[in-house]
């Protein structure tokens, strides 16, 4: 189960990190930018990834099992 988060939020942050070095900018600096972004939401996804992948399960070693694949298919999408 922490594999699969920890693996999950990498792909989390490399996307990311990937869309700043294309836009030279901050993530909250390009919701502000970008439309398409904002509308998306795009920071409270980050957040929320960031949150149950990371913190709850990957740290605490919590999850209900439907929702780490919930999780992960968000992140996939």
Known sequence: MRDASENAWISVV????ELFAK???RLRELEKQDELIREKGL???FSARD?????????????EPDLLEENIEKVER
């Open 14 to 17: 490399l996307g990311t990190n």
């Open 43 to 45: 920071v409270d996804r």
């Open 51 to 63: 949150h149950h992948l990371q913190e709850q399960c990957f740290y605490e070693g919590y999850s």
């Open 23 to 25: 836009r030279n900018v």
